[in-house]
């Protein structure tokens, strides 16, 4: 699948309340251009109930159900119930939400529906903030980042949540990035080709949130993989894929860059530069990195 | 379209639903057509669906929604788009 | 025709499952249990065939019906209390959005401590979220009022969420007999489903986005219009179920021997159908008391109970209590006499936490409210 195979068609439409630059759109463009217009969203409270714009209009040109901000799974198993009950399994379910949406606050209703097995494709855009409400930590905000809630740094290290999502078995999960744009539209096409319940979760760095120029969005996203910072992966059936980049580095074919290389740019780390080197809290991000990797490698190598 | 009688809060697709959003736009990208090799990159990255892509896969920029982000001209390998002050502010 | 003798929770099922919902997302808890359990066993059994979803928490039932309700199916669920409470968020959401969905609710005490009996906090708290309330006193009006729920929600005048109340073990566990009419006459009755929105992917809109204050309003003042317009039906759908079924419980209220009545006793649920055999003693020993039972709190009986005033003075018994000012029955019923009646209105708070209103205690409370001996409302029972 190359650039010019993807569809021409648009579901988002232009002139939308996105700020410029922003990642959430990128995704939405590229995971729509997958879906088709076969598609009914089910949106939580995030950034996305914004760039929908105001009322009476809307930016998407498929249905979209926003629902209160930990309810998404719920609401799309009722969606995926009454359509199924209709006869409309031509239908994808779809539920989209913010890392806030699905780390915290809505991973009890996404734990259920996963275990219940609803035939749908939750997909998160992880910017690893509280993007909505003005920059708050997440559970998947990054050890040391600045958030306006982790004023000195967070000091905790952020959830595995695909380490929690692999333990409910579904027959697919994936992890993608918004800077690799076949990767991402493929990982949806291959979630709308199995029953079940799909887990697709998109890193998706924000110019405002992270602090970096707003023509830089793709950039951070492929430094945060080639520093090991995030990985793209695919498990279906509980065998485990590392691909792209991510393979190279789980199979040692490449070196991984240091992670200075990724954080230096956001101005979120700026504190661990200035006004001097703050080198204990790097060598704990870098160590905390190391050691996910030997623990990937411990777990997906294949011998 | 069908209106949907019954008072809620629904909402109905418009292109532009909040303006042309490039007003917005502090700078402004250029596109150098001789320089670009129809890549796509451009277009696939854009966050606002505002490089049109041809079917010749040739791209044109729509500065009605264009925010400026530069994200285009940062993707080009080949340097065929440049960001450039705008002039006056917005179009 | 069929009588079935079984529980409250158990009519609520029956009643539940011959109006055909295509959706029910239900989480359990004491005392709602063997209401859900009964729709588990049609379900065991192909009688219910619908979908029936066990989802892993009462604010994801209200959210799964939200979604399916906007997918275009009639949903159903059931809860209690603390199961009550969680769905808060989503009572108002299923309202704001117009989502006719159906649900019981088993009248329980709110915790802490836990405590599985009867009071009415758990409902009387969720008054402002759009939501119409029903309150049964008797297992033929439970499966009555669950028929007509389905017809006054997804009516395109109303287009509301309805909640039907029943009383914890008094009327939830309690075997009573009920007429269940033949399925085509439930089916006549409430017709095919049509939504008045729907997620549609052939018309593409997006519910639920950003709205201005210049806009938000009207939602709001259109649920108003719908709960006044259900105020007018509910007489005209209880009339049109008694054509077919010969069953009548009353409009908004019931009225039991009020003519000639100087006083009204105004009650609700379990204490409502109690107050009956109250009524009769008191009337008995020359009395000139009568009983309106409150069957429906939203939308408010305003202009009966003007018409009660207008004939009577008003006693008022609450099950429940709003913390720092009153019984809410007892402010609402005051609120509609403001201005159009002299009546006096006294009360009294009873059978909080579960505790006994028998109907000689009612009596009791009749009698020392038409003595003159009670200003405003009082607790009853709890003097201790
Ligand atoms: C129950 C509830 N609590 C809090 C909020 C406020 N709120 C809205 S969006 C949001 C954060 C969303 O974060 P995330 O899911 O990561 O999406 P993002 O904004 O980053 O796109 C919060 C805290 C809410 N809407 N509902
Ligand atoms: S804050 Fe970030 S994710 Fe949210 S709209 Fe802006 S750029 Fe997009
Ligand atoms: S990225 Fe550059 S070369 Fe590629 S299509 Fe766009 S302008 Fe042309
Ligand atoms: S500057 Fe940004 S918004 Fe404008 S065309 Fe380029 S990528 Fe799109
Ligand atoms: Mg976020």
Redesign the interface.
Known sequence: MA??D?P?D?C???????C????A??GL??VLKALGKKTIMVVPACCTAVI??????????VPVMNIAFEAAAAGASGVEAALRQQGRTDITVVAWAGDGGTYDIGLQALSGALERGTNFIYICYNNQIYSNTGIQRSGATPFAAWTTTTVGGKTEFRKELGEIILAHHIPYAAQTCISY?EDLYNKIKKAMSIKGSKYVEILAPC?PGWRF???????MGRLAVDTGAWSLWECENDVMTFNGKSKLLLEKKIERKPIEEWIKYQGRFSHLFKPELDEKRLQAIQEHIDHLWERYRKCYVKI | ??K??????????????????GS?RVFKPVLDTKKCVK???C????????IH?EKD?SVSI?Y??C?????C???CNVKAIV?EREKTKGK | MTIMIDTGNRIAAKAAVMAKPEVVAAYPITPQTTLVEAIAEYVARGEYKGEYICVESEHSAMSACIGASAAGSRTFTATSSQGLLLMHEMLHWAA???LPVVMCNVNRVVGPGWNIWVDENDSISQRDTGWIQFYCSSNQEIFDTVIHAFKLAEHEKV?LPVMVNLNAFILSHTSMPAEIPDQNVVDNYLEKYIP??KLDID???????I?GPA??Y??R??MQDAQLNAKKLIPQIAKEWMKLSGYFHGDLLEYYKCDGAEYILLSMGAIGAESKIAIDELQKAGQKIGLARVRVIRPFPVEDIIKLGKQADLVVIDRNISVGLEGALFTEVKAALYGQSDAKATGFIAGLGGKDVTYKDIETMCMKSMKGKVKEQELYGMEE
């Open positions: 650039l010019k993807l021409v648009e988002l439409l232009q002139g939308n309340a996105s410029p630059g922003c990642p759109t990128i463009r590229l929908e714009s105001l009322y009476p209009y809307t930016s998407f040109d744009p110019p120029s707003m023509d830089k969005t793709l950039e | 379209m069908k949907y009688i019954v008072e809620t809060s629904l909402s109905y697709p418009k292109k532009g639903a909040m303006g042309k959003t917005w890549c796509l990159r277009w696939i990255s854009c966050p606002e669906a505002s892509r896969n729509d009605d929604f925010k400026g982000c530069g994200i001209a940062n993707e960001m | 704001l959005a117009r287009v008045k929105w018309n593409p809109t997006t519910f639920g986005n709205i806009h938000y009207r939602v003042r259109a």
